[in-house]
Each structure stands twice: as C-alpha cells, then as structure tokens.
C-alpha cells in the first residue's frame, strides 16, 4: 500500500490557492497536487465532460493513496462532487469540496448586496442554486461570469493592465449596484486578490473560501487517521496533464515552493503517469 497522501486537484493553477492553505493547515502532510492542464479552462464546458474528468483524477489520486481528496475547483465542485461521494468504486473516500462562499458574503454585508465571481459551470450546477436558496434570503445576490480570466492567471498575467482592465470591466457594474462584499467562487481569482482590492477598495469585502475549506480537509485527515508523522522535505508531489516546465516555471508567483513536477496523461478516461522532471532550481 502506498502511504497516505492528501489530494488536491483542479483544473489547472487556481487549486494551488487552496493547497497553500492546506500546507498551512497542515504542516508535514504530503500533498499530491493534479492539475489538469490538458482541459483547462473546465468553465465553460458541459457539466458531464467536467464530471468525467473529476472522475479519472480522483481515481488517480485515490490509486496514489490519498484517503481523503479536495476539489481544488469549483467547477468540478459544481460538476462532480455529489457523484464523487456516491461512487461504489470510491467508497471509504472522503471527498472535500468547494462552495460558493455566499454564507460568509451573507454575514458580513451591510448594503445588503453582494457580488459572486465564478465561471458559467459552476452558476448552471445544484450547489450555487442550493448556497443562494440557503443563506441569500433578504439579500440581493449578482452573478457575474469572468470570460478569459483563467486564462489571464494560467498564463501568469497576474498583475497586468489588461488583466486590470478585465477586471474592472466586470466589477464596476457590481460596485455601481452597492455590493460591499465579493465572493471569489473559482479557485483561480484569489490569485488577483491585490488587484480585485485596489479596484474595490477597503469598504468590499473580497472573499476566499480557501482556508475554511484547508480547515475542512484537516478535519477530514484527522477523521480517516491518516495524521501520521512525515517528512516535510518530500511531502509536495506536483503532476499536470499539461506541460510540467511550464507548470513548474508558475510555482513561485503563486507562493508555492518548487518542486518536481509529474506528466500525466489522459487515456480512455484514466490518468497515466509518465515522466517526473527534476525540481527547477
Ligand atoms: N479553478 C476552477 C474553478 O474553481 C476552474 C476554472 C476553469 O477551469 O474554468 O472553477
């Protein structure tokens, strides 16, 4: 049997927001991070594509020996996690997930109108409607999709004046509204966080799911008993279906330490792992 791992994975970089935090909240754990890069961006794809994916990336993981994986994403979040969690095959998994954080938006506004950023897959599934049915009562919830700003953050344009101007095109219509609180529901924003708040200044509230969702995964690791002591030097085990250089080249602006990086690759709905290239110095 492998040893435990905890595993993470999204569609491509914005995971990593939430595995820093996860690194936080558990020091010493090893992590295995999937990126699948060979279909980012996962937004605007039908919700039972994404749904396949999330299912050959949390067998992979579970095969490496994680007992317990975080969808890194809330697209898949929106597009798998019910399904993920009632697969005979991943029985005695525990499944972490994102939601829409429009419960913490919800308790903190004062205008009573909050804005909420995620990609058109994530809005179309059950769980947005289920979060904003739950907590939004009273409260004026607007929706805005980002076209283009996974793909600004892949490509590491994270401070950049087209990404500015993106940026601004979308939550200018959301401060003219009133909003004083804005939820980042796609796991890539968090990564604009300094831009998003020089555009909203300090009376908006820019919210990230991350660390409640780290703090989650902790209870988690605590509950299957995987909390066992290891090496901290060998505990990050990054793999992509893209390009692991330029996987590897993103690490340090994200705030994650360097590391080798594993190529995956996608055959008849399961992944492979080929090659490991060396960590870059
Ligand atoms: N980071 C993802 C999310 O949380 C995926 C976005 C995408 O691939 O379009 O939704």
């Not at 975080?70 to 994102?98: D, I």
């Amino acid at each position: 049997m492998p040893l435990p791992v905890l595993g993470v994975f999204d569609s491509g970089l914005g995971g990593l927001s939430v595995l820093r935090e996860i690194r936080r909240a558990l020091p010493g754990v090893p992590l295995a991070y999937v990126a699948d890069q060979a279909h980012v961006p996962y937004g605007a794809r039908p919700l039972a594509e994404v749904r396949g994916f999330a299912e050959g990336i949390t067998r992979y993981l579970q095969a490496q020996g994680a007992p317990v994986v975080v969808v890194a994403c809330h697209t898949a979040s929106a597009a798998a996690l019910a399904a993920l969690r009632q697969n005979p095959e991943l029985a005695g998994l525990r499944v972490v997930g994102m939601e829409p954080a429009v419960k913490p938006a919800v308790e903190v506004t004062r205008t009573g109108v909050v804005g909420v950023l995620a990609t058109p897959a994530t809005f179309q599934g059950e769980l947005y409607a289920a979060v904003v049915e739950r907590f939004a009562q009273g409260v004026t919830v607007i929706q805005q999709v980002c076209p283009g700003l996974v793909q600004q953050i892949e490509a590491g344009r994270l401070d950049t004046p087209d990404t500015e101007a993106m940026l601004r095109g979308w939550v200018a219509p959301l401060l003219a509204r009133g909003i004083d609180a804005l939820v980042l529901g796609c796991t890539h924003y968090p990564f604009v966080i300094p831009l998003l708040q020089k555009i909203c200044g300090l009376g908006v509230r820019v919210i990230d799911p991350a660390p409640a969702v780290a703090r989650q995964a902790a209870r988690m690791w605590a509950a299957v008993g995987a909390d066992r002591p290891s090496a901290p030097a060998a505990a990050l085990d990054y793999a992509t279906s893209g390009d692991p250089t330029t996987f590897a080249a993103a690490l340090p602006a994200l705030g994650l330490p360097p590391g080798a990086v594993r190529s995956l690759r996608w055959q008849g709905g399961a992944l492979i792992a080929s090659t490991i290239e060396p960590p870059q110095s």
